[in-house]
């Protein structure tokens, strides 16, 4: 997905739960799921599971290439389809499939298969070298992004809203008849600046970062390939909301 920069408006009040906010992150996991897809809830419910660790980021993208077989994804978007497809040609995958995890923007896996994204989330300890942190204050969500010795490295700082638990009653479809909780729905997604291998810090109202139903934010620090789609992550950090009705910590 081509991520666009996003203008400021008035900002927005909210009780935040700093939880991950100064955390060491471990890793990322992006799932690609879908709410039509009858190998997903296993997926979805590792996925949940990833969402109460200390120091992952987990993150649910419904994809809406299935809604043609009779359940149109409640929580899907396109965008969410084309950075599944972006990931694809990035990472040299011959074809996009639910459920996929990709771990730090480096590798993917069966997002079902518990193991292999345990066992990919352990492979390197030194994934994640850029310190991130995320805090919010008088109305405005602040990020500080660390600097990273070596050679200049330029990534995109993504800034990703999701909702912390949707129970969804599934009607139609391969899933018919399930009531399956979606754990970190990813929302929305925006790119409030660049970073360049040096300290950096961004500001952005909370008007720009809370949407409908909002459990919470990511930051994501991630490079970007020659073709401009999404690449390894170099840092990350996390923020939960209180004062939603779908803030509920999972």
């Known amino acids: 997905m081509r991520l666009k920069l996003f203008t400021a408006v008035a900002a927005l009040v909210l009780t935040l739960v700093p939880t991950h906010a100064q955390e060491r992150i471990r890793g990322v996991v992006e799932l690609f799921t879908s709410q039509g897809c009858d190998s997903c809830p296993k997926a979805d419910a590792v996925l949940s599971t990833m969402a ?29 389809t084309d950075r599944q497809r972006e990931y694809a040609d990035a990472l040299g995958a011959r074809t996009v499939y639910t459920p996929q995890a990709v771990i730090n923007g480096r590798t993917h896996v069966n997002g079902a298969d518990r193991k292999a994204v345990e066992r990919e989330l352990g ?59 979606y754990s970190h729905a990813v929302r929305s997604m925006q790119t409030p600046g660049v970073w360049h291998g040096k300290p950096a810090h961004f500001e952005i109202p909370m008007s720009e970062v809370v949407k409908k139903g909002n459990g919470g934010c990511a930051v994501l620090v991630q490079t970007v390939d020659a073709e401009g789609r999404p690449s390894k992550i170099l840092g990350a950090a996390m923020l939960r909301f209180r004062g939603s009705a779908a803030a509920t910590r999972n």
């Open 123 to 181: 492979a390197n300890d030194d994934a994640l070298p850029v310190q991130v942190s995320v805090r919010k204050e008088n109305g405005v969500l602040t990020i500080d992004v660390g600097e990273l010795a070596g050679p200049k490295q330029n990534a995109h700082v993504v800034l990703i809203s999701y909702d912390a638990a949707n129970p969804v009653t599934i009607e139609r479809g391969e899933n018919a008849g399930k009531t399956v909780t």
């Open 52 to 80: 109460r660790q200390e120091g992952v980021v987990a993150l649910a993208y419904h994809v809406d290439y299935w809604d043609y077989r009779g359940w149109r994804d409640t929580l899907a978007a396109p965008e969410n």
